[in-house]
C-alpha cells in the first residue's frame, strides 16, 4: 500500500478517531469524469491491506474502483475485490465495495492472458 502524502488534501479530520496516520484514514475523494463523491476508509492491519469504498448512489464502477486502487496501491501490487461465501457475507452498507492485499502471500493470479 502506498503512503498517503499525495492523497492528504483528500483526509477527513475524526473527532474522536483523528487524523489516521501514513497507512491509515478516512477520505472523501472526488473521482475525474464523475459527479459522485467517494467515501473511503483506508487500514492495513491484521496482516491485510483493506480499502472501502463506498457512495450514496450506487456502487462504484470497475473504472471508478481502478482509480481508487491506483490512488492507495502501487502500480506494482495486485489487490483483490472478494465474494465470500455467503454465510461470511456482512453488508453493512449497500453502495460499498473493498479491495484487498494480504501482506505476506502472493495473490494467485490467472496467466496475464486471461485477465
Not at 473493498?98 to 486471461?114: A, C, Q, S, Y
Request: with cysteine.
Amino acid at each position: 500500500m502506498r503512503t498517503f502524502g499525495h492523497i492528504e488534501k483528500f483526509r477527513v479530520n475524526h473527532t474522536l478517531a483523528g487524523w489516521g496516520d501514513e497507512r491509515n484514514g478516512a477520505f472523501v475523494i472526488k473521482l475525474p469524469g464523475t459527479r459522485l463523491t467517494f467515501q473511503v476508509i483506508a487500514s492495513t492491519g491484521a496482516g491485510w491491506d483493506h480499502v472501502s469504498v463506498s457512495t450514496a448512489e450506487r456502487c462504484p464502477r470497475w473504472d471508478e474502483m481502478q482509480q481508487i486502487k491506483e490512488l492507495f496501491f502501487e502500480d506494482s501490487e495486485s489487490v483483490m475485490q472478494l465474494h465470500p461465501a455467503k454465510s461470511n457475507y456482512i453488508n453493512q452498507h449497500p453502495y460499498c465495495l473493498h479491495l484487498w492485499r494480504p501482506h505476506h502471500v502472493r495473490i494467485p493470479l490467472p496467466d496475464k492472458m486471461m485477465v
